[in-house]
């Protein structure tokens, strides 16, 4: 069965810490993504990556980090330097950037406190 | 960035039909997308345009016109289980075929 997984479902954090949410896909997708959802918000994009060991960042990157090490994988790591880190965090892949749709995993919600 | 405008709720009674709509300015225009989330869950691909017109896809159809920077999501023969979260979306060839993402629409269905 072919998907996005992400893990915890649900994550705490005490302010400071820096965590690092996880993203699998064996989709042989080449794209992978990370968009932060708040609400009354649209999706907003964090980082992404068109291929291995490459990546870019997004529309609020500051206090965020990436790899992309393998293809199946993209962590997102929140750092202490984030200001508001509470949020619902989804994983999107893609065969390609520049065509078809993602597809989306289930999605992580961080509380910091 | 760009804007993207989608009302922020909708309600209406089962087995009727809604039109959402969604409006945006992009000069680099590259593909619509709609998408339907249900809480707390993924959002899940419904629909894609990239030419104008409509394109129907069983109970559901997206309609682009680009001169006019507009698009509608037609729902018809509402069911319960079609609450949810209905997001829009451009692809922006000026931003590296980025998705932005609209607020979304929060549809209710009523029996």
């Known amino acids: 069965d072919g998907g996005i997984t992400q893990s915890p479902k649900y994550l705490f954090r005490k302010e400071g810490q820096n965590v690092t949410l996880s993203c699998e896909q064996n989709l042989n997708h080449d794209a992978m993504y990370w968009y932060r959802q708040d609400p009354g918000q649209g999706l907003r994009l964090i980082y992404y990556s068109q291929i291995v060991n490459d990546f870019q960042k997004g529309d609020i990157a500051e206090g965020y980090s990436v790899s992309r090490e393998k293809k199946e994988s993209f962590p997102l790591t929140v750092t202490s330097a984030q200001k508001n880190p509470t949020a619902f965090y989804l994983c999107?892949?893609?065969?390609?950037?520049?065509?078809?749709?993602?597809?989306f995993g289930p999605g992580t919600r961080l509380t910091v406190t | 960035g760009q804007n993207i405008d989608q009302p922020t709720e909708m309600t209406a009674t089962e087995g009727a039909i809604v039109q959402i709509n969604c409006t945006y300015q992009?000069?680099?225009?590259?593909?619509l997308f709609w998408y339907q989330q249900h809480a707390g869950e993924a959002p899940t691909f419904l629909s894609y345009?990239?030419?104008?017109g409509l394109e129907e896809k069983g109970r559901f159809s997206s309609f682009l016109s680009r001169s006019k920077g507009y698009s509608y999501l037609l729902l018809k023969e509402l069911q319960m289980k079609d609450s949810a979260s209905y997001l829009c979306?451009?692809?922006?060839?000026?931003?590296?075929?980025?998705?932005?993402f609209g607020a979304g629409t929060t549809v209710t269905v009523r029996a």
């Open positions: 992009t000069s680099g225009f590259n593909g």
């Open positions: 345009n990239v030419l104008d």
């Open positions: 999107a892949s893609s065969m390609a950037v520049t065509v078809y749709e993602q597809y």
């Open positions: 979306a451009v692809r922006d060839k000026r931003w590296d075929y980025k998705l932005s």
